[in-house]
């Protein structure tokens, strides 16, 4: 079955797909990849992130791609004030759709070093006064720190929502972020019966507050993981696994989870068609 998709995070600019990315390109649209965003998480990847998105945009048959550039918390030892400008840069000459990817992350006991975790929260206030300025939604990277950036978001006083990407919080969390205007983004996890976090914070927000993603080339869904248990790389052709697994895990039938992710996905970025 072939329904149209919206993959709302890819990092399909990295050199992993520098090989075959036309193909893989022509191969999700075929497999109903209508949309995706190119996302950014250093500046050193900036211009090929920007020069990625025009070359997919001459593809025939190939998704519309879409620019989010942005400083990404896990990378804040390489992050520097320029590159903030340079951010701004990007934002008054390209055609972005949001920032991205931006937030906090202690995830590893590194990350919580308070000198650098005080540089998270710097930039991802930074940027999303950015977004402000220029108007744009923002797309969020959060592991064990959402407390943390849902309160920056409402000091902020953000109020352009986005998208809560790789949504690993729990159900009082989601609510919070749904408050807020956010969607939560779904992954390949959800093809995970185990991830039972995940599937108790989709059964209770509920369909009209969830969007698609593959994160590729991280996040391959179950079923194409090779089962010598080595890393497969993930790819956008993939996206309808993920659509299958969020239907499955909401009960619900396929067609009317894509016409209404697809819907959700539009006003998160707010596009108007
Ligand atoms: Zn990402």
Redesign the pocket.
């Known amino acids: 079955m072939y329904f149209p998709l919206f993959d709302t ?3 399909f600019d990295v050199p992993d797909f520098d090989p075959d990315r036309k193909e893989l390109a022509q191969q999700a649209k075929a497999a109903g990849v209508e949309r995706l965003i190119l ?1 950014g ?1 250093t500046e050193s990847r900036f211009s090929d992130l920007i020069a990625t998105q025009h070359e997919l945009n001459l593809l025939n048959n190939a998704p519309l791609s879409y620019l989010a550039p942005g400083l ?1 918390p896990v990378y804040i030892e390489q992050h520097k004030p320029e590159h903030l400008q340079r951010l701004e840069q990007i934002l008054k000459q390209e055609s972005c759709i949001a920032v ?2 931006i937030g906090l992350d202690t995830f590893l006991p590194q990350y919580k070093q308070p000198e650098l975790y005080q540089k998270q929260k710097h930039y991802f206030i930074e940027q999303l006064t950015l977004a402000k300025v220029y108007h744009k939604p923002v ?1 969020l ?1 959060i592991r064990k720190a959402h407390a943390d950036v849902l309160q920056i978001l409402k000091q902020q006083r953000f109020q352009l929502g986005g998208i809560a ?2 949504f690993s919080g729990g159900i009082e969390e989601a609510k919070a972020f749904v408050q807020l205007g956010f969607k939560l983004g779904i992954t390949g996890q959800i093809t995970n019966p185990n991830a039972k976090k995940l599937h108790r914070v989709v059964a209770e927000v509920g369909v009209e507050h969830l969007v698609l993603e593959t ?1 590729c080339p ?1 996040m391959t869904p179950l079923c194409c993981q090779q089962s010598n248990g080595q890393r497969t790389r993930n790819t956008p052709v993939n996206l309808p696994y993920v659509l299958q697994g969020l239907a499955t895990s909401l009960g619900d039938d396929e067609a009317s989870v894509a016409a209404k992710v697809w819907e959700n996905s539009l006003n998160a970025l707010r596009l108007t068609h």
């Open positions: 995070h890819t990092h996302i998480f990404h991205g990817e797309l990277h990407h790789a994160d991280d």
